[in-house]
């Protein structure tokens, strides 16, 4: 296998709505907010659903991967209920090897609510159900070992059991990659992902906000300088400003593409993240992964959802 991924296995249920709704529901727009089974109810009984998509971060770049041609695999955690069943057979058919024995639990299949309001900004309310207690027992060693390089998802760290099992994958994968999810997710885990960021990730995925966040940055000059002592390989998006990766003292920039019909923001990242590893796992140089991943960012956000078909 090419690269396997580990995250939250979250199937994505997609409304629209008026910014008035989250105003009402005190959402905060363009961020993740995790809920308890009955607060995702109440919200969804208000809501008409547009579509039902087996989703996650981690499962979309995998997907993406898959789209464009690499052997991947995914480890995601689900009940064996209806959810679970869906979102399986979802990346089966993405072709898709899903390296995790489903079982009868107690917590139902997580599942997240995609808000899109018409400036095409996507806010997610998320009931983590059973993706969030991933464990050490649910990491596949021989699918991990079998991997060119593993990606990881900062949303899965939000719980205590799943540090065991990044740590256990980490110990034992050849190469590591990580996005850190989202500026909260960082918020909450600062110390953590740093720990990470310096001393175990080969690649490290942010957007602008999520590493000046990370190392406290009073400007994006501080984030260079961090990037080339950091040795590793950090990319950043900087939406209309395109992105850039840094590897120790070479920093390479790459544009966004323009005059595009944006749609919907939400799998701009994931998609990102799969044309970038897509290069870099296939010998292209760094540059030319930027690229990958800007064509592959500028696509998704053209449509509704974090699927390219």
Not at 131 to 154: H, Q, R, T, Y
């Amino acid at each position: 296998m090419k690269i396997l991924g580990i995250g939250n296995a979250i199937v994505d249920v997609i409304c629209k709505v008026e910014e008035n709704f989250l105003h009402k529901n005190n959402l905060t727009k363009s961020t993740m907010k995790l809920v308890d089974e009955n607060e995702f109810k109440k919200l969804l009984s208000n809501l008409k659903i547009k579509e039902t998509i087996a989703g996650g971060s981690v499962a979309n770049s995998i997907v993406g991967l898959s789209q464009l041609g690499n052997a991947v695999s995914f480890i995601g955690k689900v009940n064996n209920d209806e959810l679970g069943n869906k979102y399986e057979k979802s990346l089966i058919n993405q072709k898709v090897k899903y390296c995790y024995q489903k079982k009868n639990e107690s917590i139902p299949t997580g599942t997240c609510l995609i808000l899109i309001t018409p400036d095409s900004e996507r806010t997610m309310v998320t009931f983590l159900g059973i993706a969030g207690k991933i464990s050490d027992k649910d990491i596949d060693e021989n699918a991990v070992k079998n991997s060119e390089l593993i990606f990881l998802e900062g949303y899965l760290w939000d719980e205590g059991e799943p540090k065991k099992a990044f740590n256990k994958a980490i110990g034992i994968a050849k190469k590591t990659a990580m996005s850190l999810s989202d500026q909260f997710c960082v918020e909450r885990h600062k110390k953590s992902f740093l720990d990470l960021v310096n001393s175990k990730l080969d690649i490290t995925f942010a957007n602008e906000k999520e590493i000046i966040s990370l190392i406290d940055a009073k400007n994006f000059d501080e984030v260079i300088s961090f990037g080339k002592k950091l040795g590793k390989i950090l990319v950043i998006t900087r939406g209309e400003n395109g992105s850039i990766a840094i590897q120790k003292n070479q920093v390479i920039e790459c544009e966004s593409q323009k005059n595009l019909k944006i749609v919907d923001l939400t799998g701009a990242g994931d998609l990102f993240a799969a044309g970038f590893l897509h290069g870099h796992i296939n010998n292209l140089s760094i540059k030319e992964s930027l690229k990958k991943g800007t064509e592959m960012s500028s696509k998704i956000i053209q449509k509704i959802g974090a699927r390219l078909n």
